[in-house]
């Protein structure tokens, strides 16, 4: 149980364009949800924390004009990239706090964005 | 400043070998500890977890991990790596309201 579907595992886009990152929570329903962007060979960083039905909070220099975040549903959080740069090509990974994984994450298998 | 430390980027063991991967943490009350796995181009998997109780945590496909609070470290353990073991090895911190840290990785790699 708890597992967190994310899709599309990859994308390619042209800048100046949008893109849509879904995250949904298969067996479980998921008031909060986080998304995460990684660089190569780094760690996890926080980019913003989703709550259903309520704005989504950004950690200090994410732009949430570029990065938003819609929570509207209980299973359902989604992350567009709008206006996408080369810069903005990362992994993207969405996570959800399972209640009875005490505290524990379970996470999304990624989204690799590649903005040309 | 309250984060996670992981020391070593990169490990390489032979099949077969003992593993150990150091995490240490600089928090001021018991933290939730965990240990995470990531495979090329995937999302992370939880091996393991510590709250309390029992120092000593069985995760799954054989690593265990360790919380030793005078060290304040809660080291990966396992006694044979398997060529499928290579991958990425995130330890995290759980601080409460919605506060988790990740270390910074370990990438293991794996000799035959």
């Known amino acids: 149980g708890a597992v967190v579907s994310q899709h599309p595992s990859r994308v390619i886009c042209k800048s100046g364009t949008s893109v849509k990152i879904e995250c949904r929570s298969l067996?479980?329903?998921?008031?909060?949800m986080f998304w995460y962007r990684q660089f190569p060979k780094q760690s996890l960083m926080l980019m913003a924390t989703?709550?259903?039905?309520?704005?989504?909070?950004?950690e200090q220099g994410v732009e949430k004009d570029k990065f938003l975040i819609n929570h509207a549903s209980l299973t359902l959080s989604t992350l567009t990239v709008t206006s996408a740069h080369p810069e903005d090509s990362s992994f993207y990974i969405c996570?959800?706090?399972?209640?009875?994984?005490?505290?524990?994450?379970?996470f999304g298998s990624g989204t690799r964005l590649t903005v040309v | 400043a309250q984060s996670v430390t992981q020391p070593d980027i990169h490990i390489t063991v032979s099949e077969g070998a003992s593993l150990e991967l150091r995490c240490n943490y600089s928090y001021g009350a018991t933290p939730y500890l965990f240990w995470y796995v990531q495979s090329p181009g995937q999302g992370l998997q939880l091996l393991l977890k510590y709250f309390s109780g029992d120092t000593l945590v069985q995760g799954i496909k054989g690593f265990e991990a360790e919380f030793k609070r005078s060290q304040s470290s809660f080291n990966l353990r396992k006694p044979s790596v398997h060529w499928s073991d290579a991958a990425e090895y995130f330890c995290a911190v759980f601080l409460g309201n919605n506060d988790m840290r990740f270390g910074a990785g370990t990438r293991l790699t794996v000799k035959p």
């Open positions: 996570s959800a706090r399972v209640v009875h994984l005490n505290y524990g994450y379970t």
């Open positions: 067996d479980f329903q998921a008031t909060t």
């Open positions: 989703s709550n259903e039905g309520s704005k989504a909070t950004y």
